[in-house]
């Protein structure tokens, strides 16, 4: 190139041969001077700032990539889980209703049942033969009005214990308003002539009445040791043994010991001989036999002690 060659106005020195003085390379005029070195120098700052700025951004972009995919993560396994455990949560669910609906129900009845809408309103008597029905439930019209499961049972046997005649009872509830007494009758026996007249007893030894004249219909009782002994309670045994057709027929039955039980036939005052209370519903039956082939007007003595070989007199 030629120092007469211009390039923007401004004159080149040539590239080779003898180094020119600044004025032979300007001329007249003043040259701008641009530093390469500082050139270079700022391009490379310029360079190596950029990656650093790269990485600073990528390492935040890799933060919340990395945030929002864990968030993404725990999403997707609780999704998961909670298919998995749909048919687990509905059948605990489907326990609890129903857990919930029975204790309701449970609640309700107890509810209802302690309500007045059981209260007792009519108290019926059973099994009476003797006892006087209306006066049994006249006794126990306390109750009237009560809840069914809230009926005092003691307040009622402290009624029922004033009939001398009732040896049992039960109570049944029958809602929504009704209770039944169901009564077991003592039965008489005999008939024990005492300082207080004559007492009426089953065969217990519980005195069921007391009267200055024997009752009509029960045999008088002559026992040693008095209803406390084992010779008493043989002869409640065999009455209570014996067949109506026969006791209805008895005056009188006596026993100074369990083994020597006697009866006595009223109208013709024929004598049985028990002997023992064992076998009794044996030897009852045998004597209703002798009995019938054998009217007592034609015998004196009926020994039937020995129900294999009965003896007649």
């Given at each position: 190139m030629n120092a007469t060659d211009v390039l923007g106005g401004l004159p080149i020195a040539p590239v080779s041969g003898p180094a020119a003085s600044p004025a032979a390379l300007v001329g007249d005029a003043t040259a701008t001077v641009i530093p390469i070195t500082a050139a270079f120098d700022a391009e490379t700052d310029a360079t190596s700032a950029a990656p650093d700025a790269q990485d600073d951004?990528?390492?935040?972009?890799?933060?919340?990539?990395?945030?929002?995919?864990?968030?993404?993560?725990?999403?997707?396994?609780?999704?998961?889980?909670?298919?998995?455990?749909?048919?687990?949560?509905?059948?605990?669910?489907i326990w609890i209703g129903v857990g919930a609906s029975f204790l309701v129900l449970v609640l309700g009845t107890l509810g209802a049942a302690y309500s007045p809408l059981f209260a007792v309103e009519d108290i019926q008597v059973e099994g009476t033969s003797q006892l006087d029905e209306t006066a049994v439930a006249t006794a126990l019209s306390s109750q009237i009005g009560t809840p069914l499961p809230l009926v005092d049972?003691?307040?009622?046997k402290a009624a029922l214990v004033t009939f001398p005649l009732i040896e049992t009872y039960s109570l049944e509830a029958r809602p929504p308003h009704g209770l039944v007494v169901r009564i077991v009758e003592r039965t008489p026996v005999g008939v024990i002539q005492n300082a207080a007249g004559y007492s009426l007893v089953d065969?217990?030894?519980?005195?069921?009445?007391?009267?200055?004249?024997?009752?009509?219909?029960?045999?008088?009782i002559t026992v040693t040791g008095g209803t406390d002994s084992d010779a008493f309670a043989a002869i409640g045994q065999v009455m209570r043994s014996l067949p109506e057709s026969i006791a209805a027929s008895v005056t009188a039955v006596g026993a100074s010991s369990?083994?020597?039980?006697?009866?006595?036939?009223?109208?013709?005052?024929?004598?049985?001989?028990?002997?023992?209370?064992?076998?009794?519903?044996?030897?009852?039956?045998?004597?209703e036999t002798m009995m019938a082939a054998r009217p007592p007007e034609t015998v004196a003595t009926y020994d039937v002690s020995s129900p294999d070989a009965v003896v007649v007199r």
């Open positions: 951004a990528d390492r935040q972009l890799g933060i919340r990539d990395v945030w929002r995919a864990a968030r993404a993560r725990r999403r997707a396994l609780r999704a998961e889980v909670r298919r998995f455990t749909a048919r687990q949560r509905r059948r605990r669910m049972e003691s307040a009622m065969g217990a030894g519980v005195v069921l009445s007391t009267s200055s004249e024997p009752p009509a219909g029960a045999p008088l369990p083994d020597d039980v006697t009866l006595t036939l009223g109208g013709t005052n024929t004598e049985v001989v028990w002997g023992s209370a064992e076998e009794s519903a044996r030897k009852a039956l045998v004597l």
